[in-house]
C-alpha cells in the first residue's frame, strides 16, 4: 500500500522561514508533487521533484530523497497569503495507468 | 482559457437520489481523475481514465460509477447518494501523469 506522513498543523510569523516535511512509503514511486490549497479553493501546483536534491522557485524550494523516502517543502520570506493547506502527493506508476496518491495535508498558519 | 469546468458547485441530495457531477476540461489533456475531499483530509482518488475509452478504479470507487466517451468529458455518477458521499468533489486533469494536475474548481455534495 502506499503511506504518506506529514504534519497536521504548523504555525509560523510573518517574513520567517518554515519547513514542511513529508515522508513516504510506496511502490512505483516516479515522483512527487507539492499542491498549496487555500480554504475552499482547489489545489495548485507547487512543485515537483523527480531527482534528488532541491528545487527552488522563487520564494519556494522542494526537496527529495529518494532513498529516504523523504521531501520537504521550505517556503522563505513569509506572508500572510501563505496561509493554506500544503499538500504532499506521491506520482505512482501502475499497471493501469499513472495517478498522484495525495497526504492529509499539513495546515500553515502564518501570524504576524 | 476555461482550463477544468465543473458543474454543478454547490448541490444537495437526499437519501437514495441520483445525480451526475460534469467534468470538461479544454486543454486536450488524455488523463482525467475524480478526487474527493472531506473535512480537514486530502484527497481520494475515486475514478481516473488515461484517455477516451478508459476508465479505472482508485482508492474509494465504491458507489460511484464514471465514463469517458471523449477527450474533453469525464463525467462521475453517484446511483444511489448516502451520507457517507457528503464531500467535495474534484476533477482533475493532465497532459500526462508528471506534468501536474490542472484541478477544477470543486463541487460541494451534501447528502441528507
Known amino acids: 500500500g502506499q503511506n504518506i506522513d506529514q504534519p497536521t498543523e504548523m504555525t509560523a510569523t510573518e517574513g520567517a522561514i518554515v519547513q514542511i516535511n513529508c515522508t513516504y512509503q510506496?511502490?512505483?514511486?516516479?515522483?512527487l508533487f507539492w499542491y498549496q490549497q487555500h480554504a475552499g479553493e482547489a489545489p495548485t501546483f507547487l512543485s515537483y521533484?523527480?531527482?534528488?536534491g532541491l528545487e527552488e522557485k522563487g520564494r519556494f524550494s522542494s526537496f527529495l530523497s529518494r532513498s529516504k523516502g523523504y521531501s520537504y517543502l521550505l517556503l522563505k520570506e513569509l506572508q500572510m497569503k501563505d496561509s493554506a493547506s500544503y499538500l504532499c502527493?506521491?506520482?505512482?506508476?501502475?499497471?493501469?495507468?499513472?495517478?498522484?496518491?495525495f497526504g492529509t495535508g499539513t495546515q500553515l498558519k502564518v501570524e504576524l | 482559457n476555461a482550463g477544468v469546468t465543473q458543474t454543478p458547485k454547490f448541490r444537495i441530495l437526499k437519501i437514495g437520489q441520483s445525480m451526475t457531477l460534469q467534468c470538461t476540461q479544454d486543454?486536450?489533456?488524455?488523463?482525467m481523475y475524480w478526487y474527493r475531499q472531506d473535512p480537514g483530509m486530502g484527497l481520494k482518488l475515486i475514478y481516473y481514465?488515461?484517455?477516451?475509452?478508459?476508465?479505472d478504479k482508485g482508492e474509494v470507487p465504491n458507489g460511484y460509477n464514471v465514463s469517458r466517451s471523449t477527450t474533453e468529458d469525464f463525467p462521475l455518477r453517484l446511483e444511489l447518494a448516502a451520507p457517507s458521499q457528503t464531500s467535495v468533489y474534484f476533477c482533475?486533469?493532465?497532459?500526462?501523469?508528471?506534468?501536474?494536475?490542472?484541478f477544477g474548481s470543486g463541487t460541494r455534495l451534501t447528502v441528507v
Open positions: 486543454m486536450n489533456h488524455n488523463y
Open positions: 481514465s488515461v484517455g477516451a475509452g478508459i476508465t
Open positions: 521533484n523527480v531527482l534528488d
Open positions: 510506496t511502490s512505483g514511486f516516479n515522483g
Open positions: 502527493a506521491v506520482y505512482i506508476l501502475t499497471g493501469g495507468g499513472n495517478k498522484l496518491t
Open positions: 482533475a486533469s493532465s497532459y500526462a501523469g508528471d506534468y501536474g494536475y490542472t
